[in-house]
Structure formats: structure tokens, C-alpha cells
């Protein structure tokens, strides 16, 4: 069956019109429930969702699904998602979702679902999830004596503090570093301010005043160029910039300069691998990291393992061949040995305390390689996406012709927005510059 609902991060789209509506919602509730009701005891699902305005409609048609099925509901609010992937395992829920469309701006909202694990579904799942959803099948809802109960966790954001300071090496600290982050308005923004200043920095905050609307508006890992700004001004030692679901991470050096994942992967793969931590020979990235991360791991003895985009593809290599390192240059980091997710927070601790050991400025730490010219552009389609159009295939061909055996080409539709995605990246800089926009040229041409 053609997946309708859900893309590489579960389902998403604009707020109030399908998919994304509360009637969607209450289906998908109401399936997953049927789906992850096994066994006699009481079952139970978490709740998490970021600072959207539609997350308070989202929300409550969710818990409504499963409370029909006979789930008990376990309500956190504004929480990061690697926070709800966390409080599923501990709390011994059934399930896990998180309402968010991570770095999207406030308009739209998505769904994504853990198993009890804590780990995002397999597609097989949510193929699943789809058929009941399309089934719409209300004949096993529970008797009314068998309603679920929805409840708020009130110690929530205190508890993934805890767990993520937890992941910071015991005996340091980050006193007398000054820290700025930015939380994009978004579901971090009071849990992880906290957990820096708990651990010893002075932190200075930035989008840490959401109403609904400015999520990631400017701001967060997607936009960076206040954070890094702020990071010169300030004299800071270190950015941080989170997305709004606070699953992925932009580093900014003491000179406002980016790190981005493919260097924090590389920062890790090496301090891990010193330390015998690292596990599998390697890391898993995906067809989008750069080269010359590829280059620098094969020169220490590692290797990069490619998956397709969408980090869920990376944990599930991960998991299959046995690494506890992956993420995505976009700044999806996952260390299994910690989380089953990215996790935004706990990858920006693990750079602070290569920092602390090394006594080093951030500029001289975290630039691990150097990268090869890359070049990424957007092509915004309505309807089908045209890479299967003559002339878009041709500039293809023609773009691979040119980059030759120097370069790489990768055109891509998004899984999450109606985009095509068009990457190069070699050696020649001006030819990059020059493939790629002939191609979007096609691109953009085959859409009208």
C-alpha cells in the first residue's frame, strides 16, 4: 500500500487541513491504541508537543483516540522529542507521540510515534497505523467502563534535565564557560537553558519566549545567524542552536563560526574511538554528509556507513549493525549508549566536554576536517513532484557528466515539505554552483 500518511518522520503537514486535522488525529489515536493494546494490563501512551498554536487541537483529539481505546493518557506539554523517546522507557509506557513538525515554522505540525523501546516505528508499523486509519473501523472501541484516563506529568521537564546532565562525564563542569542558546521558541526552551546553567555555565538564552506562532521564526538551528551573533557580542565560548522539537543541533565556535553534524560526528567518532567507546568500526551518517567527513574517518582507521535521509533510517542501521554513533549533517545526532533519538541537548554536552578536557577554544576542537564545497538548493513543486520529467532527467544526467568521477549529485524529493532537494559537491566550486542551478532551472520549469 502507497504510504499516504506518514513521511520519513511520521506524519505531517499545515494545521487544520488534511492531514494535519483533529479528525485525523483521533483516527490515528485510535489505531495506534488498537495496535499497541497487547496483553491484559493497564496500557498507557505519552503525550509530548512543542510550542505550537495547533498543538492545543492535536493534542486533545489524540488523547481522545486513545482514551476510546482503553489507554490511559499521559500528558508532559511543551517537552523535546528525545525527552518523549526517554519518558516512554521509563515510565514502562506502551507508547510514545510527539506533536511537532520539528524545524517547519509554526504553520504546520506533525505526529510522530514511538514504540515502548522508545524508538520511532518501522515503516511496516505504520503501514499499519494507515490501513486502520483507512479502515475507519469503530467497532473495537473499549466498553464505557474501560475508558482510558488522561493525566498531566507535572515532574516531566525535571526529569529529562536530570537524565541529560547525566550523560555529561561525572567530575567535570562547565563553570566559568559562557554559553549562549538558542531554543528557536520551541519545546527545549526551558529545559535546556536549566540543564546548562545546572551544570555550571552562565547561559545566555535566546528564543525562550514562544507564543504559538515564532517557533523557529528567525531563530533556532535552521536559522542561526542570531545565535552566532550573539556568540561574538557576548564573548561566549560556545553556541548552541536547537531546533523546535530539539532533536537536532547547529555549534557555534567562540568566532561565531558553524559546526555543523558532520563535524560533531567527527568530534565524537574521534574522542569515542580514543576512549574505546565507539562501537562498529565506524559511524552512520547519510547520503547527504560531506566528503570530506567520509576522508577524515577512513584516515583514523573508520569508516561512514551511508543510509538514505531521515535519521530513523540511520538508528535503524545503528541498531542492525551494531554502532552507537550516527546523525545527519543537519545536526541529527544519535549516541545510542544515551538515547534512542536525536537528541539536541545531550550531543551539544558531549562537544562541551571535549571542550573541558581539552582546556582548548571551541575553534580549535570542533573543526575536525576540512570540508569539500558543497551546494544545496530548494525547488518548492505543488502536485507531483517532476523528476520524472525528460528535461529534468536530461540536466541530471548532464550535471553527472560535468562533476565526473571529482564530484557527487544528489537530487532528492523532501519527505517532509513539497521540495526537491538538489546537492553537489567536488572539488570545483564554481562548477557546483553551475550544475545545480541548471538543474533547479529544470526543475522549476517542469513545475509550472
Known amino acids: 500500500m502507497a504510504r499516504k500518511l506518514f513521511g520519513t518522520d511520521g506524519i505531517r503537514g499545515t494545521a487544520n487541513i488534511d492531514p494535519m486535522t483533529a479528525e485525523v488525529a483521533l483516527k490515528v489515536g485510535m489505531a495506534a491504541g488498537k495496535i499497541f493494546t497487547r496483553g491484559d494490563h493497564r496500557h498507557t501512551v505519552v503525550i509530548g508537543k512543542d510550542t505550537r498554536l495547533s498543538g492545543y487541537m492535536l493534542e486533545p483529539a489524540l488523547a481522545a483516540g486513545f482514551i476510546g481505546m482503553g489507554m490511559d493518557v499521559i500528558m508532559v506539554g511543551p517537552m523535546p522529542t528525545p525527552a518523549v523517546a526517554m519518558l516512554t522507557r521509563s515510565l514502562r509506557a506502551d507508547l510514545g507521540v510527539m506533536i511537532s513538525a520539528s524545524h517547519n515554522s509554526f504553520e504546520d505540525n506533525g505526529i510522530k510515534l514511538f514504540g515502548p523501546d522508545g524508538y520511532k516505528l518501522s515503516d511496516a508499523t505504520e503501514a499499519q497505523i494507515e490501513a486502520l486509519v483507512e479502515e475507519n473501523n469503530t ?28 550523560t555529561f562525564p561525572k567530575g567535570l563542569r562547565l563553570d566559568g564557560l559562557k554559553i549562549v542558546v538558542d531554543c528557536a521558541n520551541g519545546a527545549a526552551y526551558k529545559a535546556a537553558p536549566s540543564a546548562l546553567w545546572e551544570l555550571g555555565a552562565d547561559v545566555v538564552r535566546l528564543g525562550v519566549s514562544p507564543d504559538g506562532f515564532n517557533i523557529n521564526k528567525d531563530c533556532g538551528s535552521t536559522s542561526t545567524d542570531l545565535m552566532r551573533e550573539t556568540v561574538v557580542m557576548q564573548g561566549a565560548h560556545l553556541g548552541i542552536a536547537l531546533d523546535g522539537d530539539a532533536d537536532r543541533v547547529m555549534i557555534a565556535d567562540e568566532n561565531g563560526e558553524i559546526i555543523d553534524g558532520d563535524q560533531i560526528m567527527a568530534l565524537v567518532a574521534e574522542s569515542w574511538n580514543s576512549g574505546g567507546r565507539l562501537l562498529g568500526g565506524g559511524i552512520v551518517g547519510t547520503v547527504m554528509s560531506n566528503l570530506g567527513l567520509e576522508n577524515y574517518l577512513n584516515g583514523i582507521g573508520l569508516e561512514l556507513v551511508r543510509t538514505q535521509v531521515g535519521d530513523r533510517y540511520v538508528v535503524e542501521h545503528m541498531i542492525e549493525h551494531g554502532y552507537n554513533v550516527g546523525g545527519e549533517q543537519s545536526g541529527h545526532i544519535i549516541l545510542n549508549d544515551y538515547n534512542t533519538t536525536g537528541d539536541g541537548l545531550i550531543a551539544a554536552l558531549e562537544v562541551l566536554a571535549v571542550l573541558v578536557e581539552s582546556g582548548k577554544k571551541a575553534s580549535e576542537v570542533c573543526r575536525i576536517f576540512d570540508p569539500l564545497p558543497q551546494l544545496l538548493r530548494n525547488v518548492r513543486f505543488s502536485g507531483v513532484p517532476p523528476l520524472e520529467e525528460d528535461s529534468v532527467k536530461a540536466a541530471i544526467k548532464e550535471g553527472e557528466k560535468r562533476l565526473g568521477k571529482s564530484g557527487r549529485l544528489l537530487i532528492r524529493k523532501s519527505g517532509t515539505e513539497p521540495l526537491v532537494r538538489v546537492m553537489a559537491e567536488g572539488d570545483d566550486e564554481k562548477l557546483i554552483a553551475d550544475v545545480v542551478n541548471d538543474i533547479c532551472v529544470a526543475v522549476e520549469q517542469a513545475a509550472q
Open 139 to 166: 467497532d473495537e472501541l473499549a466498553p464505557s467502563d474501560k475508558l482510558g484516563r488522561a493525566k498531566r506529568l507535572e515532574d516531566a521537564e525535571g526529569r529529562y534535565i536530570e537524565f541529560a546532565k547525566n
